[in-house]
Every structure is written in structure tokens, then in C-alpha cells.
């Protein structure tokens, strides 16, 4: 009977295990996170969609501003307009960015640690930057203008030069990163059935890229269509959608038409940015535990050529930022080139002086701070929380979503949002809080994308561990999380203020006279014809930037020998 019994017994209700302290805290903060970004994003680009369906009365008057807009020639001009520069710069640079990328990965040239680092010179630099240096080369007192044929640089040609030199490094490392993950089995055994070189870069190198060809083309058509400070300074009177919405809302104060503008810009971000998640989902792995890394051979002739190519393309980078700084240091050009400090006295200049750069180190060390603080504990949140799926999807939306806004798009909606007189937080406008609000969320996704694959490296038992020893969750995080994900804590603050210091399109409309940036000065000095001052403070903004590189860069080799043994064995 009493094995009867005992086999008839009920068993145990599984239940879900109690949720602990530490949870609890996680999902509050999660929910607290997820109201952050819907009022910074979510909010004010609905701020932006709703004023551009209404008058200047304020009255709701449907899709009349977009026919108006598309009716007039002029407007609808810009966008073909765009549509032809960003194309063509995008071409472009894809094909001399894999050049330069394919020079670096798959030959045994010389030098290449030299032309990795000269490639990178652009992102130091605000986009207004290579325009300038374009005006002194090929403007109408240029030292090269002849060199065009009688065409004018301020148009469609300096545009698409200047975007190509801005974007250039964007481009190159995504292509860089592709041609690295490489098989070179596959090329063993192209070796070995006697393929020509031209057939196994036809069969093997080009397949193995294309996502990445892809995904850089996207990437850096969004950069171009959506920029600002180039055309702004080399343009002239080719009207891209950038500049219409400059002139719509700083020119005109025609803020409907300028919501109007932004909306036409944002459409394609959006769809380059779509079709760029459609490509990375269709990526397959293309390495395997058995791989082998490629290991190019000596080829004297190739070697030679790439060599002289990266030779070329390096000297328009440096040249570019030489013809700047020394365009800073002449004391009037054309007419009197002798060098002295004249142009860096930006307190005797119209665009904001001295002041403004010690503003944009405020702002961009606030960037850095807070930007890390928020993003590397978001991403923490997000990866080491358990359950609550459904809030955590939602933050890996929000996080995603900046990318496809552009900075000038996202200035325009913090200006219907955060201005609306019953908005509480209308005390952010005109602040510095609001430009690193800006920045913040306008260089969003990269850094969380950078968190998220730092943390993504460490084992979930780290956190199981101390839970089981009932140690406290932020005492785990700050002994052992941190510490092991520093590099990447680095990283992120690193970009966070280059970023911030050479932006334009993400402040243009945000700043104050209080809080007038350098970017921003460059801009306003270039506007009133002191092209030599502006560019003093675009290589002020580049010195600074190259300092924080190199700090980043001693601190990172340090952290790595003393405190992170462990990763190297």
C-alpha cells in the first residue's frame, strides 16, 4: 500500500524563482532608461512630424506645407540635388576606400602602420574642415585653381571632394574589418587549382566582401546626404536638403517649412539605414573554428603599386590639413603670406571667440561623461538583466534608432519639443544640457553597440557566482564588470568627445550665445569671409582631438599591461 501510495503522490508545482533586490533594481532602472530615451527620441521627432502639418498660426492643416514644398521648383531641386552628390561621393569613396583597404590587408607593402594612422586624419577634424582647405586649393585665390579647367569649385565638384574626404575613413574601416575576416584556405585552394589572380579576386575576395561593400555604401550615404558643413562652405548656390533646411529656419524662421525639410531628409537615412539591417541579417559567418588567418605573399610589382597608391591618397589627406594650418598662420591671404598668430585671435573675430572652444571642451567633456555613464549602463542593464524580454527589445529599438536620424533633423525636433511652452523640461532649451542631450543620443548606437559587444565577451557566471556568494550586484559590476570591460568604457568616452567637438549639424540649432561652440564658430566665421580664422579653430578643434587620441591611446596600453593580463593569455 505504501508504494501505491507513494506512486500516486502529486508532484511538486514548479515555480518561477523569486525575483531578488538586485532584480528589482535592474528592472526599475530599465523602466526609468526606456522613459529617458522616448523623451529624447521618440518625443521630439513627433514634436517635428506634428509641426510640419500645421500653419503658422498653429492650426492643423494636413499635408498642405509638403505640397507646397513639392510644388516649388526650387525646393524639389535640392533633393535631386542631394540625391546626385551623395551618390556619386558614395561611389567614390567605396571604390578608393577598398583600394586603400585592400593595400593594407592583402599586400607587404611598406609603411602600412603610417597609412592606418594618416587615414584616420578626417575624423580628428569637423566636414567644414576639408572644405576650407578646398577653397585655398581651388577657390577663386587658390594656389591650384587653374587645375580645374575653368570649372568652380563652389558647386557639386567641392562638394563631392569634400564629402569624399570627410567620409573616407568611415568607409575604410568597415571595408578594412571585412577583408580582414578572411579564410585563407580559400585562397590556398585557389592557389592550388591554378586560379589567375584576377579570377580568385573575382571568385573569392569580392564575394567574401560584399556585405561590407554594402553596408559601407550605406553608411556612408547617409553621412553624405545628411551633411551640413561642406556644402554650407563650398556649395554656393547649389542647394542641397541640408542647406534648404538651414535657410529654412535660421534664414526664413519658416519653422513648418523647415519641419517639412527635415521630414524629406529623414526619408533616406531611414530607408539606408533599413536596407543596411536587411544586408547585415542576409551576413553568414565566414570563419570557423578551422580557419586560417590569410597571410599575403611578397609580390614586388603589387606591392609597389598599392604602396605608391596609399602614397597618393595619404598626401591629399595630409595636404588638405596641411593647406589649413598654414592658411591659420598666414596673415592675409593672398596679399601678405607672411606667417604670425593674427588669425587665432578669435576674441577680435565675429563667431564667438575664445569662448567658444572652451565651451565645446565643456560640452564635449560632459558628452564623454555623462554619454558613457548612460550608454555603458544601459547596455549593462540590458545584457545582465534577467527576464523582462519585452522592456529590453524596446531599449535595443531606442539605441538603434539614432542612427537613421540625422544630427540636423534631430536639432530641428529638440527645438518643437523642448520649446513648446508646456513642456516642463523647457528650461533644457538654450543650455548646455541640451547640446549634450544631443550629442549624446545623436551618437548613440556605436558606442552602445560598442558596450554591448564588450559585455557580450564576459560569462553570465561572473554575475551567478556572486549571487550565489551573496555578494551585491554593484560590488560585482565595479570589482569585476568594470575593470574587464575599461578598454571599451575607454573607447566609448574617446568617441563621445571627438565626436562632440567636431559635430556641427548636431548643435547648429541648439547653441545659445552663451553657448556658442567652436564648430559652430568656424562656421560663422567662414560665413563673415574670415576663412583664415575659421580655419585657426577648425585646427584648434583638430589639435585637441588628436590629444584626447593619443591620452586614449597611452591609456589604453597602459590598462592593457597592467591590469588585463589576463587577455593575453
Given at each position: ?105 592583402r599586400t607587404c607593402m611598406r609603411c602600412k602602420a603610417f597609412f592606418n594612422i594618416v587615414a584616420l586624419i ?448
Open positions: 500500500m505504501s508504494s501505491i501510495a507513494q506512486s500516486t503522490q502529486v508532484p511538486p508545482v514548479l515555480t518561477k524563482p523569486k525575483l531578488s533586490p538586485d532584480d528589482w533594481v535592474m528592472r526599475t532602472l530599465i523602466i526609468v532608461a526606456i522613459i529617458a530615451l522616448f523623451t529624447v527620441i521618440v518625443l521630439p521627432l513627433y514634436s517635428m512630424l506634428a509641426k510640419s502639418a500645421e500653419n503658422s498660426a498653429g492650426e492643423f492643416i494636413g499635408l498642405a506645407n509638403f505640397i507646397t514644398y513639392f510644388n516649388s521648383p526650387a525646393l524639389f531641386k535640392s533633393i535631386t540635388n542631394s540625391l546626385f552628390v551623395s551618390g556619386t561621393s558614395s561611389i567614390t569613396v567605396l571604390f578608393l576606400a577598398f583600394l586603400y583597404a585592400y593595400a593594407l590587408t578626417p575624423l580628428l577634424a569637423p566636414s567644414l574642415l576639408s572644405a576650407i582647405s578646398l577653397v585655398y586649393v581651388f577657390g577663386n585665390q587658390g594656389i591650384a585653381k587653374s587645375w580645374l579647367f575653368g570649372e568652380s569649385i563652389y558647386g557639386p565638384i567641392g562638394i563631392i571632394i569634400g564629402l569624399v574626404i570627410w567620409v573616407f575613413p568611415s568607409a575604410l574601416m568597415i571595408i578594412k574589418t571585412s577583408l580582414q575576416t578572411t579564410d585563407g584556405r580559400l585562397y590556398e585552394a585557389a592557389t592550388a587549382m591554378r586560379s589567375t589572380p584576377l579570377r580568385t579576386f573575382l571568385v573569392v575576395t569580392l564575394p567574401g566582401v560584399k556585405y561590407g561593400l554594402i553596408s559601407a555604401l550605406f553608411i556612408v550615404f547617409t553621412l553624405t546626404v545628411t551633411d551640413f558643413g561642406v556644402a554650407k562652405v563650398i556649395g554656393g548656390q547649389y542647394n542641397v536638403l541640408a542647406t534648404d533646411l538651414f535657410k529654412q529656419v535660421i534664414g526664413q524662421q519658416n519653422f513648418q517649412m523647415g519641419a517639412v525639410v527635415g521630414i524629406v531628409l529623414l526619408f533616406p537615412a531611414v530607408l539606408a539605414f533599413i536596407a543596411d539591417r536587411y544586408v547585415q541579417r542576409k551576413q553568414v559567418s565566414l570563419l570557423s573554428a578551422r580557419s586560417v588567418p590569410y597571410t599575403p605573399k611578397p609580390s614586388t610589382i603589387k606591392d609597389n603599386l598599392f604602396f605608391i597608391y596609399c602614397t597618393l591618397v595619404s598626401a591629399v589627406l595630409i595636404g588638405m590639413l596641411a593647406m589649413a594650418a598654414y592658411a591659420s598662420f598666414v596673415t592675409f591671404w593672398p596679399y601678405d603670406q607672411s606667417l604670425s598668430l593674427t588669425n587665432y585671435q578669435f576674441d577680435l573675430m565675429d563667431g564667438g571667440g575664445w569662448g567658444a572652444f572652451t565651451n565645446s571642451l565643456r560640452m564635449a567633456l560632459y558628452t564623454a561623461v555623462f554619454g558613457t555613464l548612460f550608454i555603458f549602463g544601459t547596455a549593462y542593464l540590458v545584457e545582465k538583466c534577467r527576464g523582462f524580454k519585452g522592456a529590453r527589445t524596446i531599449i535595443q529599438m531606442f539605441t538603434l534608432l539614432p542612427m537613421a536620424v540625422p544630427g540636423m533633423v534631430l536639432g530641428l525636433s529638440y527645438i518643437f519639443f523642448f520649446n513648446a511652452p508646456n513642456n516642463p523640461l523647457n528650461f533644457l532649451y538654450g543650455s548646455m544640457a541640451i547640446m549634450v542631450i544631443s550629442c549624446v543620443v545623436h551618437f548613440y548606437t556605436v558606442s552602445h553597440i560598442t558596450a554591448v559587444t564588450a559585455l557580450k565577451q564576459m560569462d553570465p557566471e561572473f554575475e551567478s557566482v556572486g549571487a550565489s556568494l551573496k555578494v551585491p550586484l554593484y560590488k560585482t559590476f565595479f570589482r569585476v564588470t568594470l575593470p574587464m570591460c575599461l578598454p571599451a568604457v575607454l573607447d566609448i568616452s574617446t568617441y563621445l568627445f571627438t565626436t562632440a567637438m567636431t559635430t556641427v549639424s548636431a548643435v547648429i540649432f541648439l547653441y545659445s550665445p552663451d553657448t556658442q561652440l567652436a564648430s559652430v564658430a568656424v562656421l560663422n566665421m567662414e560665413g563673415a569671409g574670415d576663412i583664415a580664422p575659421a580655419a585657426a579653430m577648425a585646427m584648434m578643434i583638430v589639435l585637441t582631438s588628436a590629444c584626447v587620441r593619443l591620452l586614449h591611446y597611452f591609456l589604453t596600453r597602459g590598462l592593457r599591461r597592467k591590469h588585463l593580463l589576463w587577455r593575453t593569455k
